[in-house]
Each structure stands twice: as structure tokens, then as C-alpha cells.
């Protein structure tokens, strides 16, 4: 990896895990900056550039979900949140806001560097080129760009949810199961992680202006999966066409 590929910002105020967390990284050869409060990580992401950003809720000056907000502003680098309240609303939060992934605390070293693993690879076989672009409405896809247009007004999206996005729409028209989203999108450890995967659901549907249950492009099947593409409610059939 190039450096700045494997740059890594760990924002926590308790100096042990903040030390356990940079040498367990560095010891996979991971470049690692580290802060302990709000204001610090949001400079050190102007100055770094990181790659990837491990994000501690509970720290002084400005929280986690702060720093979260204020980093969808200008940034998609990928962040992991780190909260000590299992399936707690702090979880359910930090994603709603743009958060990639979590981890709980206490955690393993083998399951935080897992985590960052996973993020990081899933990110970069994001930004590999591809030569096509998919258009669904007012809806455009760039996947050599990474790009997403709707109606002529650039979208921000998360690396996880253009990961969702792209997924959905390569298979434009067929059933995309919950467990193949989980497992392609996070990691075969999240499969039946429903709640998840939702929650990333929603986020996306909020972005593209599709908010309902059965929207204009992505489409529910309960306890199955979605369908994705343009949906003509005037039309017979079931399924949603792309265009």
C-alpha cells in the first residue's frame, strides 16, 4: 500500500487503548496519526488525508457524532465508530450520519484490525475503474468516477453506501438478497446483521429522494431483499425496469 492508502486517524481520549490501537496497527505496517479530542482529529483530516478513521463517540470538545457530521461535509473517507454500548442508539446514530462500520468495546486486536481491513479493501475495490455508466431516471451511476447524479446535482454518498448503490444497481431487475448485501458490503461476519444493513438502506433512500418503503428505485421484499431500478406503478409486472 502506499502510505497515504494506509494512513490510519485514531481519535480516542484514553491514552491505553489509544496506545494499544496505534502499535497494533503499526505492527501490520499501517502509517497511523492519532488525537485525542474533536477539534484535533478535524485538523489533522484537513492536514493527513487519512484513509481510514477510527472514531471514539465519548471524547472532549466536540464528540464523535460531531466530528462525524462535520466530516460528511468534505470528506467520504471511510470511519469506524467505536462505542462501548452494544445495539445501542449511539450505534444506530453514528450510521444514520455516515459512519461505515462499528465496533463495540471491549474488542479483540485480531477484531479491530479485521474491521479496518475489511473497511479499507472494500473502499479500494470501490475506486477501481470501470468503464460504464448506469442511468435509471433522472438517476446516473459513473462507476469509473465513482459519480452519482441525480437529476444533474452531484450526490455525497458514503463509500458504504455508493458500495449498496452500485451493488443494487448492476443487478438492476433481480431480487438482491439481505445476506449477499451484508456479506459483500461489510464482511461475511455480518451476515443476518438485518438491522444494519437498513440502516445504510435508509441513509441511501433518504440521498436519492426515494424515502418510501417501495420507492422510485429501490424496491422492498420482505424478509428477502430489494430490487432495484425505476419503478412505473401504471405498468403490469412486478419487477422494476431500468432505463
Given at each position: 500500500m502506499h502510505e497515504q492508502e494506509s494512513l490510519v486517524l485514531v481519535v480516542d481520549d484514553d491514552p491505553v487503548l489509544l496506545k494499544l490501537m496505534r502499535d497494533s496497527l503499526a505492527l501490520v505496517d499501517y502509517q497511523v496519526v492519532t488525537a485525542s479530542n474533536?477539534?484535533?482529529?478535524?485538523?489533522l483530516i484537513e492536514d493527513s488525508k487519512p484513509a481510514l478513521i477510527l472514531l471514539d463517540i465519548m471524547i472532549p470538545e466536540m464528540d464523535g457524532f460531531q466530528v462525524c457530521e462535520r466530516i460528511r461535509q468534505f470528506s467520504q473517507v471511510p470511519v469506524i465508530i467505536l462505542t462501548a454500548e452494544?445495539?445501542?442508539?449511539?450505534?444506530?446514530?453514528?450510521?444514520?450520519?455516515?459512519?461505515?462500520?462499528?465496533?463495540?468495546k471491549p474488542f479483540s486486536v485480531d477484531i479491530l484490525l479485521a474491521r479496518v481491513k475489511a473497511v479499507l479493501r472494500r473502499t479500494q475495490a470501490q475506486q477501481e475503474t470501470k468503464q460504464s455508466t448506469l442511468t435509471f431516471g433522472e438517476l446516473s451511476i459513473d462507476l469509473a468516477s465513482r459519480r452519482v447524479m441525480l437529476g444533474g446535482t452531484e450526490v455525497a454518498l458514503t463509500p458504504t453506501e455508493y458500495h449498496i448503490l452500485s451493488l443494487l444497481a448492476c443487478h438492476a431487475g433481480s431480487i438482491i438478497t439481505h445476506d449477499y448485501l451484508l456479506t459483500q458490503v461489510w464482511g461475511d461476519e455480518?451476515?443476518?446483521?438485518?438491522?444494519l444493513l437498513q440502516t445504510?438502506?435508509?441513509?441511501?433512500?433518504?440521498?436519492?429522494?426515494?424515502?418510501?418503503?417501495?420507492?422510485?428505485?429501490?424496491?422492498?421484499?420482505?424478509?428477502?431483499?430489494?430490487?432495484?431500478?425505476?419503478?412505473h406503478p401504471n405498468e403490469n409486472g412486478d419487477l422494476p425496469r431500468e432505463h
Open positions: 474533536g477539534k484535533t482529529a478535524l485538523q452494544a445495539q445501542s442508539e449511539d450505534v444506530i446514530h453514528g450510521l444514520e450520519i455516515g459512519a461505515d462500520d462499528y465496533i463495540i455480518y451476515r443476518g446483521d438485518t438491522h445504510g438502506i435508509n441513509r441511501l433512500r433518504k440521498k436519492i429522494g426515494d424515502t418510501a418503503r417501495n420507492g422510485k428505485y429501490i424496491t422492498s421484499r420482505s424478509g428477502i431483499g430489494y430490487i432495484f431500478g425505476v419503478w
